[in-house]
C-alpha cells in the first residue's frame, strides 16, 4: 500500500569484502504481510576500467532495530547485466536486464524461522551460537541467498532499513 519506489546506487572502488549502504529510519510492523519482494539490476559502468563478473558482488536488505546489533539480513550474489542498450517492449531483454536469480522474494516466515532455529541453537549450548554474534543460513528454495540474524529483531517492530552492496571478491570493484 506503500507508494513503490526506485532506487539507484553508484558505487565505485569498493575494496575487496567491504560494503556499502543507504538506510532509511521508520517504525515498521510487517507482520501482516506475507512476503518481500524486490527487483535487482546490477551492470558495471561504461567507463569502469575494472570487469564485474557474476557473483563478485552481492545486494543486502537489512531489516530491525539497528544497524549493528539487532537485525535480520538478507544477501543475493547478484548475475551482472552486459552493458548496453535493450529493447524495453521484449520479453528477452526484459530477462537480460532483470535476471531471475537477482530478484530478492523473502517469504517473512524465514526470517522468524531463522530466529527460532539460531535461539534452539544457542539454547542448547550450540559453540559459537549467541545473540552477539552472527548467525547465518543458506535459503533452501535459493541456496545462493544468504540469510543472517543478529541480536533479537522483530519483523513487528522495524526501525531501520538498510541496502547495500557488498564486494565478494579478492580485489577492488
Partial sequence: QDNEQALALSINNLGSKESRAVYKKSNLDIRQYERIQLFVHAEAQEVDMTQLSNNDISLFVRLGSDYKSNYYEYEVPLSITPHGSYDGNSTAAATIVWPQENMINIPLTKLTDIKVKRNTLRNNNAEGVTNTTIYSEYDEDTPKNRISIVGSPSI???????????NNSASAK
Fill in 156 to 166: 513487528g517492530q522495524i526501525k531501520v532499513m538498510m541496502i547495500g552492496v557488498r
